[in-house]
């Protein structure tokens, strides 16, 4: 994703700031970005620029990137603040397979009995060097909302709110793990397919579109 807007600066001309130094780079980066494989519908970034109209910068780059990759809106901002920083939840939609059934209000019994606990824990392993570090993290806070979006037999969607940024992070996977480990569900983690729908800043308790 990187290398494709990188390219699509230089083919469009846009007036883009590079980094000083032997080997500059321009200067843009992506706020929270995603693992490999999974789905996005949106995402934010930040791009340093000499001034360009928005509108203009937004017909040249969409006329040079892919249909399926297309810039929607954007703002300058006045003080220093990034995308990144802006960034506190992530919404995903998580679609997956049961190896059991289950119904409708068992499912919503079974996560809402897990929610309602004050711990979730998780091992997480960071590598430094050739040590390997291990603690253990509750991810209860970090998680704002699961709920069934839809379900078919023992298809199921769900819709989930998770933290995001540099003030907390839970991965999704993560999520699944821990209550797949948890519950009885009996959810088949290869299926799981995953979806970012949406990316959301927060103020004063309450969430909002960034943009």
Known sequence: MMRLFHRSFNRGQIPIAYSEGYNPHPRFSIANP????IESDEEYMDIELDFMEFQDFK???NSILPKDVQIISGQWLEKEETIDSLIAWAHYELQFKLERDHGRQEIDKIVG???????????KVKRKGKKEIRRVENIRPLIGNLTV????????VFNSLLKAGSKGNLKPMNLMEALARDSELGIDMDS??????GQYA??????YKPL
Do not use: F, H, V
């Not at 799981?192 to 729908?197: A, E, S, V, Y």
């Open 34 to 37: 995603l693992a490999l494989g």
């Open 59 to 61: 017909e040249k780059m």
């Open 113 to 123: 009995e897990w929610l309602s606990r004050d711990e979730i824990n998780i091992n």
């Open 149 to 156: 979006k839809d379900m078919d037999g023992q298809d199921i």
């Open 192 to 197: 799981i397919d995953i979806r970012r729908t």
């Open 202 to 207: 927060e103020r004063d308790g309450k969430i």
